[in-house]
């Protein structure tokens, strides 16, 4: 099992690899069955492929991450952290979140809950008429 600084380097990974738009260095950090949820509450993506389409729309709406410290659990499986995350398209959008991602014993996340709602969206300017209309990636 990874100990608690190289799960809580896992979720810094995340937020620096989505923010340089590197999709398949994302894709490194999980496990080929993963199940991520964003948001909890909605049909989770089941699998690599999935979440390559989730993270190819992610970069397309100019997606940015801001972790917070990571927190991490005494039973070595989870790591939480709360980010603002920031999109340029359709519209300027805020979200702020709390992610929780379960690892398994080799460091990578098998299990990903994005928790966030409606009033954890802010809008921040205009849409953006050239990108299609659609939901935080």
Not at 120 to 128: I, K, L, S
Not at 130 to 135: D, I, L, Q, S, V
Request: charged share 30%.
């Amino acid at each position: 099992m990874p100990d608690e600084a190289a799960r809580k380097q896992m979720a810094i990974d995340y937020a620096r690899r989505i923010n340089a738009g590197d999709i398949e260095g994302v894709l490194d950090l999980f496990t080929d069955d993963i199940v991520f949820e964003d948001p909890v509450g909605r049909p989770p993506m089941v699998g690599k492929d999935d979440l390559r389409r989730h993270l190819e729309l992610a970069v397309s709406c100019g997606t940015h991450e801001v972790p917070e410290p990571p927190m991490t659990s005494m039973d070595d499986r989870f790591v939480v952290t709360p980010t603002t995350v920031t999109v340029q398209r359709p519209r300027p959008m805020t979200f702020r979140i709390v992610g929780i991602v379960e690892l398994d014993e080799n460091g990578l996340g098998r299990r990903v809950q994005a928790f966030w709602g409606v009033t954890d969206v802010t809008m921040d300017g205009p849409a953006d008429a050239t990108h299609p209309e659609g939901t935080r990636a």
